[in-house]
């Protein structure tokens, strides 16, 4: 299991504990996070599941595939800690993660 | 507010993903009256895109398919009907009759049918192992299948079907590609794409036939075992994957005396002729931004876009900012990503080397940027996102001059660069 903090943009907070092997997106969506479009249902192909790390995590974490930095670089509302969450899979490295979402994809 | 602007029940025909999103996309904009959601499968809503891919390969189980978990349903306030088959629209009453003969009432009314896969009309099509894919019950069959096949047949190069011949390669099932265009992918992409995907297939040795007519599928015991051409040739199979297109899900509407013309036709915000009901998802026609004329859009962007472009106008809200269609497939390492609509094109450009794996094909009507499809080319894709949103379309000048990405940055405000 993983332990995780969602934070929405209004600053509201909800732990959930989850399996591992799930995509991250997968989780949000399972929450009922609405903010995480993930219009294509994880294929790295939208860029609509953007979420924002704490910078310690970001650095931490494997570094982007090609592919997700270009969809990030031109996606709204992006910062130097977004990542798309279909490319993070629950686990240990994402233990205890505190996982701020965006008001809107767009 | 008056039953004008507040209804008070809203049913929706058909659980796939616009339907679905129509649903929640009501709540989140403070609708509080009852909502019904009709699905005739017996699974809440699922993604689609997925069958003829991780989920076809069995890299995906059947719960990752889910939309929304199933008790979302129940927790938003929509009552979720599986296994309800809607028989008839009675306007004048203002009912859904069901199969089991029950007539629901609405005040709002959705219709979110769908498509289904066009039949083969050759003789044999209805042999044992000829499938079509449209829902998770066909992924499956085809799955099962797939594990003991020896040669696979898939009729069609769209995508469903180039989709299907991928995922077999990788399982290592020989594939006969059997198109009856003069090139695969006609209807959606240029012949200069086409020719790309027809050559990457190669690559991963399936064996692309292009103007192939089936004469008939040949079958022993009722089981298919392989396609004969109209020139004569017999192509051996014992599993056969029909994806010749979808017709739109329209004989509800049409019975019910809404206009259809290959499509429930609908204006921008999904609303058919009939003021109470709206009209969603594969099976519709409409205008899309600034493209002439009406189109069915198959994907998943147009069935959420329409799913809220219904939600706030039933509310009485405004409608969102327009968001130009896009699509993507998936076949080996190769990423399609495309955006706008390139029909009609008279022009085109390349951007990036094909031979290299990665490059876009860039679209013009008049000069004026209209579609992008890129291979393996996220940056053009999401920078022809937002330059095809801009009220001054990208000029082919400019275009050739800059990548998209530089012309996204350079084009302050969205005008153009001097």
Redesign the interface.
Known sequence: MTRLLFVDHQGHETPLEVEAG?TLM?VA??G?F?SI?A???G?????TCQVYLEPALFAALAPMSE?EE??L???AHRRATSRLACQLTTGHALEGARIELPESQ? | MDEETNPARVVVIGAGQAGSQFCFALRRHGFGGEIVLLGEEPHAPYQRPPLSKAFLKGEMDQRRLLLKPAQAYADSGVEFRPGAVATGIDRAARQVVLASGERLAYDRLAIATGSRPRALPAPGGTLGGVLALRGIDDTLRLRDRLDACRALIVVGGGYIGLEVAATARAKGIPVTVLERAERVLARVTSPRMSAWFEALHRRHGVDVICDAEIAELSGTGGQVTGAVLADGRVIPGDTVLVGIGVDANDGLASEAGLACDGGILVDADARTQDPLIYALGDCTRHPVGPYAGQHRVESVHNALDQAERAARHLLGLDPPAYDPPWFWSDQYDAKLQAAGLFNGHDAQLSHGDPESGRFALLYFARERLVAVDAVSDPASFMAARQLLKQDAAATLAECRAHSLKELLALRKNGEPVP
Do not use: F
């Open positions: 799930l997968e969506r399972l009922g609405d479009a219009e294509c249902g294929g790295c192909a939208c860029a592919m270009c969809m670089e031109l996606a767009y």
